[in-house]
T-cell receptor, first 117, second 112 residues
Framework: KAGVTQTPRYLIKTRGQQVTLSCSPISGHRSVSWYQQTPGQGLQFLFEYFSETQRNKGNFPGRFSGRQFSNSRSEMNVSTLELGDSALYLC????????????????FGEGSRLTVL | QKEVEQNSGPLSVPEGAIASLNCTYSDRVSQSFFWYRQYSGKSPELIMSIYSNGDKEDGRFTAQLNKASQYVSLLIRDSQPSDSATYLCAVDEGGGYNKLIFGAGTRLAVHP
């Protein structure tokens, strides 16, 4: 069974540009979450999608956005990049249990490492 | 502000010893707790989940939960050099949205 696939793995952008990151979840997983990991702040929740709907959002500015497609694949976008956006962006997929609750057991992709110059 | 606290380490243990990793959390309503392992340069990998007070064992790993004390721990028996990694404690914020609050992680070093 294929794991969570994220593309691109590495990218370098300059301030003011925008970036789009892509995530394909594990087959059968309908919940996709995005996290940002930096040495200073650790792992921080960005947002979670299920059935093409954003169900929860972390404490990040509106420059950070995302979407989910009908096949559960997800993208996140960061506009007007700042130096502080340099980070590892991790996508995680999860099963959604009957009854509507997620397990909280996340399966992470290898991440997209963004460097903003 | 919901918080998850871990000792950053490094925690250094000899091969074959028991490694004990600890975590406290601030939100009393949290119901789901997780331990993730992250090797340097890699993404986090789920190793244990625990939802009820008490112990849960899986191979060499035992997770312990005490909701009254808001305390979660992970014991690694017969530690191996391959266990050397950063261990992240995570608490589900609740609501069914897979929003996990992660601690900063404890770096474990197992030396031969």
């Amino acid at each position: 069974k294929a794991g969570v696939t994220q593309t691109p793995r590495y990218l370098i952008k300059t301030r003011g540009q925008q970036v789009t990151l892509s995530c394909s979840p594990i087959s059968g997983h309908r919940s996709v979450s995005w996290y940002q990991q930096t040495p200073g702040q650790g792992l921080q929740f960005l947002f979670e999608y299920f059935s093409e709907t954003q169900r929860n959002k972390g404490n990040f500015p509106g420059r950070f956005s995302g979407r989910q497609f009908s096949n559960s694949r997800s993208e996140m976008n960061v506009s007007t990049l700042e130096l502080g956006d340099s980070a590892l962006y991790l996508c995680a997929s999860s099963l959604r249990l009957a009854g509507g609750l997620n397990t909280g057991e996340l399966f992470f992709g290898e991440g997209s490492r963004l460097t903003v110059l | 502000q919901k918080e998850v606290e871990q000792n950053s380490g490094p925690l250094s243990v000899p091969e074959g010893a028991i490694a004990s990793l600890n975590c406290t959390y601030s939100d009393r309503v949290s119901q789901s707790f997780f331990w993730y392992r992250q090797y340097s340069g890699k993404s986090p990998e789920l190793i244990m989940s625990i939802y009820s007070n008490g112990d849960k064992e899986d191979g060499r790993f035992t997770a312990q939960l005490n909701k009254a004390s808001q305390y979660v721990s992970l014991l690694i028996r017969d530690s191996q050099p391959s266990d050397s990694a950063t261990y992240l404690c995570a608490v589900d914020e609740g609501g069914g949205y897979n929003k996990l609050i992660f601690g900063a992680g404890t770096r474990l070093a197992v030396h031969p």
